[in-house]
């Protein structure tokens, strides 16, 4: 307990202290973010952690003055939080990145921790997520440079972050863009040729205990291009990537194998009507930024699910996870508004959205077949009636292979979402969800809901729970307030969570159960 007074304490300090800093002529922004749990005794759901106490916190701080930048972060694990436990073991503090930054109007060049993506992410993506706990950041040395509006070149060199370290690899990466519409002056169409090369270099022999040779793998060198195609023109837009990748030795794998994928992407929209087609083929596609480790923060590339990303508890309760090793297929996604010409308080939003996935090999499956990974298709409808009240209904119908497809077995499953907010008027509103989950197999059916009254902009009160109503026969329920002061936000909440995938952005990572007190603060100056 003494520890949580001493954190709050300090946090609460850096907050009010958030407001406009000038250096000379230049200024000084940044951010702080903090998750703390304190665990509580729960035998419904498990063993409590031995350490009740866990804090990620996060620390920014960035200075420009006109084409000069630079920046810092700092971040403390107090001990790291529950199902984080690769980033780090007990308490640990350290700078996660820095970098100094010149730009100019044609040049730009950077040294110290890169954040950056090649193309659609296929071969190379360097980026932050906090709630994943991954960063990936290269330490290293990038240059830009435009010739006009015509041509982009970029380059960048050095060692990626692994966690709380830096792997025993390092990278460089190269990427070419010609703007043929801008060199031929297409004013009504847009047309890019765009081309990446990526090298991750390592040596074989830091383990005696592994035997690289053995599974196939000779040559330190791994080397990956990718070719891309954008296009646009009144409405339509055209996109698509093919990737070529050396051999390499997956986390999972025997032995070691090239890989290869393509992406392509369609879409056309008109007045309120827009409609998107992406297909997507994974084969071997698991880069990791060190031979020598696993886990969800070793990864070079960027392979999220191209299926749609649930808000609701129940609709998100089993995402998809991509096949890395091998998998094809892709999403349709449609959506129309019907808008009151007279009243722009009244008006209808309705969405379409369907994807399926299937393994790529024979050899993936039991029965020597290819297997149905994922599919689920959803509608839903969103209406506002007037200033006061909006409704959202949603059917989400999924299936899912347990398995990852090594199985000829799904489970089936049917949610109903019914979302209402009502508007007393400027600042007080009322959110109210109601949830069903139908399904004959795996954990049965579920129901949750949610409660949320909101006082701007200050105030918010909220209140959930879930029910399994078959098997298990538990309920997670979590209630808690925030409060938001200029920028500064404060949340602390009470609840009993599932064990369960955590998604961001179409990657996931297994968070385990747990019962506790969450204090999430954020705040940026």
Same mark, same amino acid.
């Given at each position: 307990?003494? *520890?949580?007074?001493?954190?709050?304490?300090?946090?609460?300090? %850096? @907050?009010?202290?958030?407001?406009?800093?000038? $250096?000379?002529?230049?200024?000084?922004?940044?951010?702080?973010?903090?998750?703390?749990?304190?665990?509580?005794?729960?035998?419904?759901?498990?063993?409590?952690?031995?350490?009740?106490?866990?804090?990620? &916190?996060?620390?920014?701080?960035?200075?420009?003055?006109?084409?000069?930048?630079?920046? %810092?972060?700092?971040?403390?694990?107090?001990?790291?939080?529950?199902?984080?436990?690769?980033?780090?073991?007990?308490?640990?503090?350290?700078?996660?990145?820095?970098?100094?930054?010149?730009?100019?109007?044609?040049?730009?060049?950077?040294?110290?921790?890169?954040?950056?993506?090649?193309?659609?992410?296929?071969?190379?993506?360097?980026?932050?997520?906090?709630?994943?706990?991954?960063?990936?950041?290269?330490?290293?040395?990038?240059?830009?440079?435009?010739?006009?509006?015509?041509?982009?070149?970029?380059?960048?060199?050095?060692?990626?972050?692994?966690?709380?370290?830096?792997?025993?690899?390092?990278?460089? +990466?190269?990427?070419?863009?010609?703007?043929?519409?801008?060199?031929?002056?297409?004013?009504?169409?847009?047309?890019?040729?765009?081309?990446?090369?990526?090298?991750? &270099?390592?040596?074989?022999?830091?383990?005696?205990?592994?035997?690289?040779?053995? +599974?196939?793998?000779?040559?330190?060198?791994?080397?990956?291009?990718?070719?891309?195609?954008?296009?646009?023109?009144?409405?339509?837009?055209?996109?698509?990537?093919?990737?070529?990748?050396?051999?390499?030795?997956?986390?999972?794998?025997?032995?070691?194998?090239?890989?290869?994928?393509?992406?392509?992407?369609?879409?056309?929209?008109?007045?309120?009507?827009?409609?998107?087609?992406?297909? *997507?083929?994974?084969? &071997?596609? @698991?880069?990791?930024?060190?031979?020598?480790? +696993?886990?969800?923060?070793?990864?070079?590339?960027?392979?999220?699910?191209?299926?749609?990303?649930?808000?609701?508890?129940?609709?998100?309760?089993?995402?998809?996870?991509?096949?890395?090793?091998?998998?094809?297929?892709?999403?349709? /996604? @449609?959506?129309?508004? %019907?808008?009151?010409?007279?009243?722009?308080?009244?008006?209808?939003?309705?969405?379409? &959205?369907?994807?399926?996935?299937?393994?790529?090999?024979?050899?993936?499956?039991?029965?020597?077949?290819?297997?149905?990974?994922?599919?689920?298709?959803?509608? /839903?409808?969103?209406?506002?009636?007037?200033?006061?009240?909006?409704?959202?209904?949603?059917?989400?119908?999924?299936?899912?292979?347990?398995?990852?497809?090594?199985?000829?077995?799904?489970?089936?499953?049917?949610?109903?979402?019914?979302?209402?907010?009502?508007?007393?008027?400027?600042?007080?509103?009322?959110?109210?969800?109601?949830?069903?989950?139908?399904?004959?197999?795996?954990?049965?059916?579920?129901? @949750?809901?949610?409660?949320?009254?909101?006082?701007?902009?200050?105030?918010?009160?909220?209140?959930?729970?879930?029910?399994?109503?078959?098997?298990?026969?538990?309920?997670?329920?979590?209630?808690?307030?925030?409060?938001?002061?200029?920028?500064?936000?404060?949340?602390?909440?009470?609840? *009993?969570?599932?064990?369960?995938? $955590?998604?961001?952005?179409?990657?996931?990572?297994?968070?385990?159960?747990?019962?506790?007190?969450?204090?999430?603060?954020?705040?940026?100056?």
């Amino acid at each position: 307990m003494k *520890r949580i007074i001493l954190l709050l304490v300090g946090i609460c300090a %850096i @907050a009010s202290a958030s407001a406009q800093v000038q $250096v000379g002529e230049g200024q000084v922004s940044g951010s702080l973010e903090s998750n703390t749990i304190y665990y509580m005794d729960d035998s419904k759901i498990g063993e409590t952690p031995k350490d009740k106490f866990g804090s990620n &916190n996060y620390l920014k701080v960035d200075y420009s003055n006109g084409r000069f930048s630079a920046g %810092i972060q700092a971040n403390a694990f107090l001990p790291v939080l529950q199902g984080y436990d690769d980033l780090a073991t007990g308490h640990k503090f350290y700078l996660a990145s820095k970098y100094i930054q010149w730009q100019d109007d044609n040049f730009e060049l950077m040294v110290g921790d890169i954040f950056d993506q090649l193309g659609n992410g296929l071969i190379f993506r360097s980026f932050e997520d906090r709630q994943l706990g991954l960063n990936n950041s290269l330490e290293g040395i990038r240059g830009i440079y435009n010739f006009g509006n015509y041509v982009r070149v970029k380059g960048m060199y050095g060692r990626p972050r692994l966690y709380t370290d830096y792997a025993d690899s390092w990278v460089r +990466a190269a990427d070419l863009s010609v703007s043929l519409s801008d060199i031929f002056s297409w004013d009504a169409a847009l047309f890019n040729v765009e081309g990446s090369y990526v090298n991750r &270099n390592q040596s074989l022999s830091l383990d005696p205990m592994m035997n690289f040779s053995a +599974a196939g793998l000779t040559n330190p060198n791994l080397n990956m291009y990718s070719g891309r195609l954008n296009f646009g023109w009144n409405g339509l837009s055209l996109r698509g990537e093919y990737v070529e990748k050396s051999k390499d030795l997956a986390a999972s794998a025997q032995q070691a194998s090239s890989g290869k994928a393509l992406l392509g992407e369609i879409g056309y929209n008109i007045n309120t009507f827009s409609i998107m087609a992406t297909f *997507r083929q994974l084969d &071997n596609m @698991a880069t990791r930024l060190s031979l020598y480790d +696993a886990g969800i923060g070793n990864t070079l590339n960027y392979l999220p699910a191209l299926t749609r990303q649930y808000t609701y508890m129940l609709a998100n309760l089993n995402p998809y996870q991509v096949n890395t090793e091998g998998e094809i297929g892709g999403q349709v /996604d @449609a959506c129309y508004s %019907i808008r009151n010409k007279d009243d722009r308080y009244r008006y209808w939003n309705m969405h379409v &959205n369907y994807s399926t996935f299937y393994t790529l090999h024979a050899s993936q499956t039991e029965r020597g077949k290819n297997e149905r990974l994922w599919q689920d298709f959803n509608f /839903d409808v969103e209406r506002q009636w007037n200033k006061q009240l909006k409704t959202i209904f949603l059917y989400s119908f999924q299936e899912w292979n347990p398995s990852h497809g090594y199985k000829h077995r799904t489970y089936v499953s049917n949610v109903f979402v019914g979302d209402v907010t009502y508007k007393f008027n400027r600042k007080n509103s009322l959110r109210v969800e109601a949830q069903y989950l139908w399904s004959d197999e795996y954990e049965g059916d579920w129901i @949750a809901g949610l409660v949320e009254y909101s006082m701007a902009p200050k105030w918010s009160i909220f209140f959930s729970d879930m029910y399994n109503i078959d098997l298990t026969k538990t309920n997670y329920y979590n209630g808690g307030f925030s409060y938001t002061h200029n920028r500064t936000r404060v949340q602390l909440s009470y609840g *009993r969570n599932r064990a369960g995938y $955590v998604c961001s952005g179409g990657v996931c990572r297994f968070s385990p159960a747990y019962t506790g007190f969450n204090l999430v603060l954020t705040s940026s100056f």
